[in-house]
């Protein structure tokens, strides 16, 4: 076989798998099924006479000849990336896609933003990933990304947004009852500090979930809830549980916005940098 009939497209495969380490997570973000992602790699393996992955109980990893194919798919990836960086960072209009990822919890405060951006510019569209393992803006695999982190990556620009106290919330009636019970963390989230501080503080567990439903179970009068105050702020009927208040100063966090600093001054990505400025402004305490 030669190096023109050679199925490049097919290393993307094996490089999302290596990235993300599942083959369930390698196919999501490729759109297809896991069967069909089985499929393409051993068609892959029967073009070239060697094994690609290793399947076993817990999944699949990698050989050693999938290991070198992922990077040369990586490498490939990152060339397309950056030569498509280049070509948007030369546009002066606003208009064409803008990406964006963030966490899934702050998915309530694109709500305003992606509808003025949008709005604004009709030639713009805007492409939206959530999860706490999105595309990563420093190999250009994404535009800009909202993070809760202490600082900036290396190799990132960054823009502080603002500070994230958090608090215990509750509706009125959950907070009166006794005794209380909580809604906490589900345990893929066992090693956050937030999780932590509710082993330590939370006894009565009422509901368990995953943090982006947390805040509408205890909106909904389910239970306490440890949550940003960012959060609580678009819940009207929440209130703030002050028995717990001198607790919260560890679990402060920061809001950054970040971009690759090639990527900065390009019209598309500093509406939505701006936008997303506006949008995220300290809550007004609850009472």
Same mark, same amino acid.
């Given at each position: 076989m030669?190096? @023109?009939?050679?199925?490049?497209?097919?290393?993307?495969?094996?490089?999302?798998?290596?990235?993300?380490?599942?083959?369930?997570a390698?196919?999501?973000? @490729?759109?297809?099924s896991v069967?069909?992602f089985?499929?393409?790699?051993?068609?892959?393996?029967?073009?070239?006479?060697?094994?690609?992955?290793?399947?076993?109980?817990?999944?699949?990893?990698?050989?050693?000849?999938?290991?070198?194919?992922?990077?040369?798919?990586?490498? %490939?990836?990152?060339?397309l990336?950056?030569v498509?960086?280049?070509?948007?960072?030369?546009?002066? %209009?606003?208009e064409?896609?803008?990406?964006?990822?963030t966490?899934?919890a702050l998915l309530?405060? #694109?709500h305003e933003p #992606?509808?003025? #951006?949008?709005?604004?510019h009709?030639?713009?569209?805007?492409?939206?990933?959530l999860?706490?393992?999105?595309p990563?803006v420093?190999?250009?695999?994404?535009?800009?990304a909202v993070? !809760?982190?202490?600082r900036?990556?290396?190799?990132c620009?960054?823009?502080?947004?603002?500070?994230?106290?958090?608090?215990?919330?509750? %509706?009125?009636?959950?907070?009166?009852?006794?005794?209380?019970?909580?809604?906490?963390?589900s345990?893929?989230?066992?090693?956050?500090?937030?999780?932590?501080?509710?082993?330590?503080?939370?006894?009565?567990?009422?509901?368990?979930?995953?943090?982006?439903?947390?805040v509408?179970?205890?909106a909904?009068?389910?239970g306490?809830?440890?949550?940003?105050?960012?959060?609580?702020s678009?819940?009207?009927?929440l209130?703030? !549980?002050k028995d717990?208040?001198?607790l919260?100063?560890? @679990?402060?966090?920061?809001?950054w916005?970040?971009?690759h600093?090639?990527?900065?001054? %390009?019209?598309?990505?500093?509406?939505?940098?701006?936008a997303?400025?506006?949008?995220?402004?300290?809550?007004?305490?609850h009472?």
């Amino acid at each position: 076989m030669g190096t @023109l009939d050679f199925p490049w497209d097919d290393l993307r495969y094996l490089e999302a798998l290596e990235r993300t380490g599942k083959v369930g997570a390698a196919a999501r973000e @490729l759109g297809i099924s896991v069967s069909t992602f089985y499929r393409r790699v051993a068609e892959l393996e029967g073009l070239t006479g060697q094994l690609c992955i290793k399947r076993m109980p817990s999944g699949a990893t990698l050989t050693e000849f999938g290991q070198s194919l992922a990077h040369v798919g990586r490498r %490939t990836r990152g060339g397309l990336q950056e030569v498509l960086a280049q070509l948007r960072s030369a546009q002066t %209009t606003v208009e064409g896609e803008v990406s964006l990822t963030t966490v899934i919890a702050l998915l309530p405060m #694109l709500h305003e933003p #992606l509808q003025k #951006l949008t709005r604004e510019h009709p030639r713009l569209h805007v492409t939206l990933h959530l999860g706490d393992d999105g595309p990563s803006v420093r190999q250009r695999e994404v535009d800009v990304a909202v993070g !809760v982190m202490k600082r900036p990556p290396q190799g990132c620009w960054g823009r502080k947004l603002l500070q994230l106290p958090s608090a215990v919330f509750a %509706t009125k009636d959950a907070a009166a009852r006794t005794p209380r019970r909580w809604v906490v963390r589900s345990l893929a989230e066992v090693a956050s500090p937030e999780s932590a501080w509710e082993r330590a503080h939370a006894a009565d567990v009422a509901v368990r979930a995953p943090f982006h439903a947390m805040v509408d179970l205890c909106a909904a009068g389910l239970g306490l809830c440890l949550m940003p105050r960012l959060l609580a702020s678009r819940h009207p009927g929440l209130v703030e !549980v002050k028995d717990y208040a001198h607790l919260m100063a560890p @679990l402060e966090r920061t809001v950054w916005l970040l971009t690759h600093p090639d990527q900065r001054k %390009t019209p598309r990505v500093v509406a939505l940098m701006n936008a997303l400025t506006e949008a995220f402004v300290e809550p007004a305490s609850h009472r």
